[in-house]
């Protein structure tokens, strides 16, 4: 079982970036999804998740407005649209599948998790 995040890249500040993570091994759409995100020195972060039918959508505050979280089931896709980027957004962001079928802010509650895409934001 694999998840492969895909997307990242160097940006300018203002920017946008959309990330991508396919599944590979089994299907995910029973499961909720998730993004996160970690930054040099700092502990990894949640950012964005989506229920397993894409019915309800979570954010993080620092990403909200800025930030989409969508999935394909069809696809066995999740995406997030990263619009407005900031320097402070600079990371490694890795997507997740969740345990359960709801969406969630919880590290714990994921159970796979994919390699990670390095995103920078240029000031």
């Known amino acids: 079982v694999q998840l492969q995040a895909s997307g990242g890249g160097l940006v300018q500040a203002g920017g946008s970036l959309r990330l991508s993570c396919t599944a590979s091994?089994?299907?995910?759409?029973?499961?909720?999804m998730g993004w996160f995100r970690q930054a040099p020195g700092k502990e990894r972060e949640f950012v964005a998740a989506i229920s397993w039918n894409g019915g309800s959508t979570y954010y993080a505050d620092s990403v909200k407005g800025r930030f989409t979280i969508s999935r394909d089931n069809a696809k066995n896709t999740v995406s997030l649209q990263m619009n407005s980027l900031k320097p402070e957004d600079t990371a490694v962001y890795y997507c997740?599948?969740?345990?359960?079928?709801?969406?969630?802010?919880?590290?714990?509650?994921?159970?796979?998790w994919g390699q990670g895409t390095l995103v920078t934001v240029s000031s």
């Open positions: 997740a599948a969740n345990r359960f079928n709801s969406g969630s802010s919880r590290t714990s509650n994921y159970n796979y």
């Open positions: 091994g089994r299907t995910f759409t029973n499961n909720g």
